[in-house]
């Protein structure tokens, strides 16, 4: 392959380091009106009364809406496929404002000027009088009998759900040991470099514009039409470059506000945009989930049966729902074989900020605690954890019970195999000494498996537009979002490969209009080379075939004969050039009689899904009087399939291990107990990685060929922030010999454990 | 018909009233740069000096280029479909600036400042020397022996061409009677809104992005690529709204130097707009053309045979070429029968500004001289006007010898019938008495033909994409550009006809983006409702048949049973209410399995063409004493074929009947004899008609039902403009017995002549 594997470099490299990149911000019409919400300062009650009569007489106030003011539709806001089948759509449990308070900074309000300072002048004039109830801050203050219920009718559950391969207890009985684990993950916001902004403004006809930094552009367009109740054709999103959104954008958080907000004001542009602090709270977290880990073993390290139990958290509003336990429940499954398994799952409504889709989407949970208590066992049973592992891996050829879906390709012990050899496993286990001092190190590893797109729970569906320009040049339109992945990059590189040009004549539109874009559901769960990819090779096939009817009807060579390579169209086999592309091109626009620019507008429904695998091998040292750990060495393997793009795979990989790093060491959100107000929902207080936190971070690639992927790729984008956390918590456990069952594993929880432990007793005595 | 026939209102009415509406202007970047032109100050010359170093160091002066740095590629700039053999490619013959110079104001450098002002300032620091050579501003001056060619090598001939039908010699002799005849029209300017303005700049990859206002992005494209000697996909025009263009926009004006431009300035944002005064003489002109007309004629009023010679002058610069020439030709032989015709015509290279495209194109003049012509013979036959141009007419089935394009409808006679009823022809010609006074009345008409687009002589292809939302409504994308000509709604029209779906379901997008609109050459030639509307047509049947296939599925009923009825999958015969479409749209959308969005995206290259008819009708008061001519009643019909929307077909008859009078009685551009320097180029000394000029237009149309056509509709954006001057003409000669030779009929000429005439001796001698 020509294109497919080089590392190239990214289309947008040069207009996002010279600054000429078009965000939100930057696409801002001239005399824009500024919209601010009014946020509840209670996390759990209801608005007795509200007076806005201030607020609207102050100067430059446009208008001032209230709960009572918009649309009674409610709508969901999670960035999941429509389903024409009610039971499998998105809950639908929010209006546009509330007059139930759900969490601290609920939307009670919103008020739009002619400035951002009016705007927030007269949030301050508003007045508001609450009822106001005790917060329930932990699913389990939720779930308690008689607790107060956030969403009426639902006992506080979003949903439960419970699935059993096998027998368990009949596994259990036949196990020779059994291992009980319990592990809770902590709630961390997604941090992406810009907050959620939109402006919206109505067109001639009355059609609501939306400019959004959104992940789903397509999906943003019905669920503004669903939350003002009218045709989803009368709403156009537009999506320009992105600063990140980590799945924190693949909820429809601003837009639908924005969209309201501009039949207010007789569609005059309204820009409607976050704080940072606004940010933390009122877009997405990744749910805190409690996991209860129970494991039937033989003597010999063969699993033989499994349950998990898990609660997850999902603050004041359903969002994805159910669907991150779910994934929860499902990865539980994937990588180790046992002869049967019990899963079940329960999403629970809490007066705190509503959790969505976060990188990893439930994977850096579960594997969290999977890989700890995976980690337990081997040490349990005195095997070396890589060895325990790959004893009980699944193998090519496990066709998942519950999916259907067969597994192809798994890299994943060639990747430890390749994690041992990187950190020197063998020889650092052979020549360790007994840990002593305060300051101690040790190695830990853990695994990972990660689907590729959601097939076969949603649909997935993608679409490309190909158009060839008289030079051979092609403008290639997706409907795939670029949010900083470099998903760009890759489909141009993928048209290029499969139509036989150079990279630089594929001109890629970056920006998704709704009105012009092929349909696709957007960037998540790691989809965009594999799904959206398929429809790219699909659309640039079609191209190619058309160029070499062109080039049999210039040349009288069968088009079998002929292929296109390097933008010449030549014979096969040999590679004898014939006509250069532009010649045909040409032809193909100014044919007397036959002319007709050769174009492919395409779409794809991809019925696949394959299993991306990896790991992390760290070595730390942990000094345990500060609580602080040192990551000495760290290298993520992983079988992503083919690279499309090495260099950019290692940026996928920087990042999100870095990502990984945080969550493991010191992400945290946290709140006051009595009142449930957010503490540290700013990035001084919220201790984000910064570069001096991040160490060197090694990596290594096992390059299966997936044969469903369209050029042998499988998922990246999420991996590599799944498995470092568990690996650092297993290497800390190899340090010092203390089992962390909570994340993140911050200075002070490692310095009440290890004092607990007993190894911070007198100073000297250990 | 549901949707075609229609009096629906424009789709961008409102957002043009409300000033929303986005042009060049409103859509300039922030941080701009504002280039000026530096022109000549001459006529006819080279620059033997120039010295720029004043301007460069004036501060906020970015750069300041000449004709030394330019790319030297010379490049056509007329909006004509690419030709792949040179032979048929446009004249070539500039490059971006000139050290040669060939009329009053060429472009010779032009600076880049960070603001207009400065812009404008550092044009006065420039130092120039000429040699001067004397203009030649006449066809006349350029084709005397021994002329100074304007352009080497061409002895002021862009082209001559000439056909001969049968044997116009023999014609001659067998006729009873020979008339000659010799016109001259005028140079006008068309006189937009809005002037020609462009911005450019570099995006990430180095590709050039023009946003222009232009007739033909398209072709736009191709010919800055041309210019700048680049691949022409490394070009991207985007076209927003436009404030009429009449064909002057069909040219390529300021697009490639501000291409060029912002190559200077690393990619930097650079606009480059003309002022009113440099449109005038920068852009384009309509060509003054002389005529001499020589026809044989039976005693009983039955043409024989006929001769035209014409010379056509062309001004500095090629720009269309010969084509205006060729196109008065064509149009000279197609109302009329006759056994032999023989045409003749030069296009001839002067120091005056550039002609090129003018609503009509070539007809204005051919019409003014062939009807003038046809009224002098029938009146020497003593024959009424109307009954000797009957007496001629071709008819249904003529098949012109030269392009094989036979008529299928030809409404003249009827035009002619409703034009006599509307004014009350025979009545008034019956009641009239003998002419006497300086005030006279008199009825004059004039009749046409006009093709609808420019096929066989030009490819004439269109695109357009169809995109079904989840509600069934739509997004109709077309290469066709809305210059206020109204296309947007007819098309729309169109796609709601075929589709089955209400008017406020067609989302057109408006702006064409050449990256993304279908490949289409733009808006001239009287082509988009029957050229674009063709491809529109295809489209949305195509469309319709995806819906109806979606619905056998859905309903079990055979596809060719149902059919679509104001978005309702509906029963043949009977109409019974099966499905909503937008349930249709949905299971599209998210059929688990075969889920793919409907749409459409055809190219289609139609090669046909049918020839609009029509005439005016006109009684005017002459004050002879003033040279004043008072428009009391007026009346153009035509045959357009089937209307589309009567309401905007009324508008284009207003338009075009109102600039008809304009070069009728007022407009011609006007030069200093010595140095060919402009003396009107403003609106103040330049005689546009105003509203107070504006007589009642009175119209008629008679809609015949072209079957080459995707609604039965023929050319309508031009014609109107085409008759009024001869029929104004031949009512002055109606009211005074004064034959009028020569355009405008202004005061001054008609005083002239009058004097001339002896009608204004001593006062009360006639």
Same mark, same amino acid.
């Given at each position: 392959m020509n294109h497919v594997g080089d590392r190239a470099q990214r289309v947008d490299a040069v207009v996002?380091?010279?600054?000429?990149?078009?965000?939100? !911000? !930057?696409?801002?019409?001239? !005399?824009?009106?500024y919209a601010k919400v009014f946020r509840s300062t209670i996390a759990h009650g209801w608005v007795k009364r509200i007076d806005t009569k201030k607020a609207k007489a102050l100067p430059?106030?446009?208008?001032?809406?209230?709960? *009572? !003011?918009?649309?009674?539709?409610?709508?969901?806001t999670a960035g999941h496929p429509y389903h024409i089948d009610p039971k499998h759509q998105d809950v639908a449990d929010r209006n546009l404002l509330t007059r139930s308070v759900r969490l601290w900074g609920d939307e009670i309000a919103a008020v739009i000027a002619r400035d951002e300072l009016t705007a927030q002048k007269a949030l301050r004039l508003i007045e508001v009088e609450y009822e106001e109830y005790p917060p329930l801050l932990r699913a389990e203050d939720a779930l308690k009998e008689g607790a107060r219920e956030i969403h009426k009718g639902t006992k506080n559950i979003i949903k439960k759900s419970e699935y059993q391969l096998g027998d368990p207890e009949k596994a259990f009985q036949e196990a020779d040991i059994i291992f009980e684990d319990e592990f809770r993950t902590s709630m961390v916001q997604h941090c992406a470099m810009e907050n959620h902004s939109a402006y919206a403004y109505m067109d001639s006809r009355g059609r609501i514009v939306v400019c959004s930094s959104t992940q789903i552009p397509h999906i943003c367009r019905r669920i503004v039409g669903q939350a003002l109740g009218i045709p989803w054709g009368r709403v156009?999103?537009?999506?320009?470059?992105?600063?990140?959104?980590f799945g924190s954008k693949q909820d429809v958080v601003v837009e639908p506000l924005a969209a309201f907000l501009t039949t207010v004001v007789h569609g005059r542009p309204v820009k409607l945009e976050l704080s940072r602090e606004e940010t933390f709270i009122a877009s997405r977290v990744r749910h805190p989930v409690h996991f209860r880990f129970k494991t039937g073993v033989k003597k010999d390290g063969t699993?033989?049966?499994?349950?998990?139990?898990?609660i997850s958290q999902n603050g004041g509003y359903a969002s994805h729902g159910h669907s991150i336990a779910g994934k929860c429940t499902t990865t539980f499954r994937q990588i180790y074989q046992q002869h049967a398994v019990k899963c079940a799952a329960t999403t629970v409504y809490t007066n705190t900020p509503a959790a969505g889709a976060m990188r990893?989407?439930?994977?850096?949970?579960?594997?969290?605690g999977l890989e700890s208590h995976m980690e337990n066992i081997a040490r349990e049973l005195a095997m070396d954890p890589v060895e325990f592992r790959l004893k009980n891996l699944h193998q090519v050829g496990y066709a998942d019970p519950l999916t259907g879906l067969v597994t192809y390709t798994n890299g994943l012990a060639e990747c430890m195999a390749k994690g041992k050899e990187l950190i020197r496993w063998d020889d650092k286990k052979a020549s360790r000494e007994k840990p002593a001092g305060l300051k101690r190190r040790g190695l830990g590893m853990a695994c990972f498996s990660y689907g590729t797109g959601t097939y076969p729970v949603s649909l997935e569906i993608a679409g490309a537009r190909i158009v060839m320009n008289q030079d051979g040049s092609v403008q290639l339109q997706v409907g795939a979002a670029e949010i900083g992945q470099g998903s760009d990059t890759v489909l141009s590189q993928m048209a290029a490969e499969t139509i036989g040009i150079p990279l630089e004549m594929v001109h890629i539109v970056s920006e998704q209009d709704t009105d012009i874009s092929p349909f696709d559901t957007g960037a998540y769960a790691s989809r965009q080379t594999y799904v959206s990819g398929l429809a790219v090779r699909k659309a640039a096939e079609e191209v190619k075939a058309k160029v070499l009817n062109w080039a049999q009807r210039m040349t009288d060579l069968p088009a079998e004969d002929l292929d296109l390579v390097d933008a010449w169209v030549v014979k096969k086999p040999g590679g004898e050039k014939v006509l250069p592309l532009a010649r045909v091109a040409l032809e193909s626009y100014y044919h007397p009689v036959d002319a007709a620019p050769i174009t492919a507008d395409v779409s794809n429904n991809a019925r696949v899904n394959a299993l991306a695998y990896g790991c992390t091998f760290v070595e730390v040292e942990v000094d345990m009087a500060i609580g602080k750990v040192e990551i000495l060495e760290l290298y993520n393997i992983h079988d992503s399939g083919k690279l499309i793009n090495p260099q950019l795979a290692e940026g996928q990989v920087h990042g999100g291990v870095s990502m990984g790093l945080g969550y493991a060491l010191f992400e945290q959100l946290l709140f006051d107990e009595k009142t449930g107000k957010p503490l540290n929902n700013n990035l001084l207080d919220y201790k984000l990685m910064t570069v001096l936190d991040t160490p060197e971070m090694g990596m290594g690639f096992v390059e299966t060929y997936e044969p469903t992927g369209p050029y042998g790729n499988k998922a990246l984008g999420e991996p590599p922030t799944v498995s470092p956390a568990p690996a650092v918590r297993n290497a800390i456990l190899d340090a010092t010999g203390v089992k962390i069952d909570e994340l993140p594993m911050s200075p002070q929880r490692l310095f *009440?454990?290890?004092?607990?432990?007993?190894?911070?007793?007198?100073p000297g005595s250990k």
């Open positions: 996002k380091v010279c600054g000429q990149a078009k965000y939100v !911000d !930057d696409l801002m019409e001239r !005399d824009m009106l430059g106030v446009e208008a001032v809406v209230t709960f *009572e !003011d918009v649309p009674q539709h409610t709508f969901p156009r999103v537009i999506k320009p470059y992105l600063g990140g959104g699993l033989v049966g499994a349950e998990m139990r898990l990893g989407y439930g994977a850096p949970q579960v594997i969290f *009440e454990k290890f004092k607990e432990a007993g190894l911070l007793g007198e």
